[in-house]
C-alpha cells in the first residue's frame, strides 16, 4: 500500500541523501555496513522488553526494511513506513527475494496517526529523529499510534563532544564508515530532551541504554554508556 503524505515534518535533502543509497541499503559491506551490524543489537533489545510474536508493529522510518523484516521474522505482524519511495521500493523488493511479509508504506507517521490511531502494541523508531525538523511532533505521533499499554523504541545520537569525535569525524572523515554528511552534530538528541517530549506526549520512560559499535570488529553491542549512541523504551499508560 501507498499513501500521500501531508505532513511538513521532513527535511528533503535528508530523505535524498539516504534515497541515494537505496541500492545497496541491503549490502552488509556497503554504505550500510554499521546499520547492519546494529540491527541485531536493536532487535534484541525490542525483543527482550516486548511480545512480537502476533502483535502488531510499526516501523517509522524503516529505509530499506532491516528492522522491519527482522521483526517479521519474529512472528510480528510489520508495517512499516518512509518517506523516501526509494528506500520503500528497495524493501518491498527484499522483501519479495526474502520471503518476509511486511505491509511497507511510503508514509509520515503523522499521517498515519489521523489514519489508525491506538492501532499498534509496539512502535520502533531508529536512527530518525536526529534526521527531521521536529522530533518531539514524531513522538507524540508514536504515542497516537499505540494502544493503551503499547511499548515504543527509539534510538538516535547523544549531543556530546564524544559523538561528535566519533559518528561525525570518526566514521565520517577519518574510518569513512558513512558518507560525509550522514549526521549534523546541531541535531544530535541529548536523552533529556527526549524524555521531555515523551512526558509531552504522556508516554513513560522505562529504559535508556547505551549502544556501542566497534568497528575494529563490526560489531554492536548493549552497555552503559549513552554518551554516542543510546536506545530508549517507553510505554503508554493504560489508562489516560
Not at 525483543?47 to 502483535?55: D, F, I, M
Not at 519479495?96 to 490511531?117: F, H, I, K, M, N
Not at 491506538?118 to 511532533?137: K, N, R, Y
Not at 541535531?187 to 515523551?198: H, N, Q, R, T, Y
Request: glycine fraction near 8%.
Amino acid at each position: 500500500m501507498t499513501a500521500t503524505s501531508t505532513s511538513n515534518n521532513f527535511d528533503q535533502a535528508e530523505l535524498d541523501k539516504f534515497a541515494a543509497l537505496a541500492n545497496r541499503w541491503w549490502d552488509a559491506d556497503g554504505p550500510q555496513k554499521p546499520l547492519h551490524a546494529l540491527n541485531p543489537v536493536r532487535l534484541r533489545y525490542v525483543a527482550e522488553r516486548a511480545a512480537l510474536r502476533g502483535a502488531k508493529v510499526l516501523d517509522i522510518g524503516c529505509g530499506g526494511g532491516l528492522l522491519s523484516e527482522a521483526l517479521a521474522k519474529e512472528g510480528a505482524q510489520v508495517t512499516a513506513i518512509d518517506l523516501a519511495p526509494e528506500l520503500v521500493k528497495v524493501a518491498r523488493l527484499h522483501g519479495l527475494e526474502s520471503g518476509v511479509q511486511v505491509d511497507y508504506r511510503v508514509q509520515s507517521a503523522e499521517d498515519l496517526a489521523a489514519d489508525q490511531p491506538g492501532a499498534f502494541d509496539v512502535v520502533t523508531c531508529m536512527e530518525m529523529l536526529e534526521h527531521v525538523p521536529d522530533p518531539g511532533a514524531i513522538v507524540g505521533a508514536c504515542q497516537r499510534l499505540l494502544k493503551p499499554g503499547g511499548k515504543l523504541f527509539l534510538s538516535t545520537i547523544n549531543r556530546t563532544p564524544a559523538a561528535f569525535a566519533v559518528a561525525v569525524v570518526g566514521a565520517e572523515y577519518i574510518a569513512r564508515l558513512l558518507p560525509r554528511g550522514t549526521h549534523h552534530y546541531q541535531d544530535f538528541i541529548k536523552p533529556a530532551e527526549l524524555g521531555g517530549w515523551l512526558r509531552e506526549a504522556g508516554l513513560q520512560l522505562q529504559d535508556v541504554s547505551g549502544m556501542a559499535y566497534e568497528p575494529w570488529r563490526n560489531r554492536a553491542r548493549l552497555g552503559r554508556r549513552t554518551d554516542i549512541n543510546y536506545l530508549a523504551f517507553a510505554v503508554k499508560p493504560e489508562q489516560a
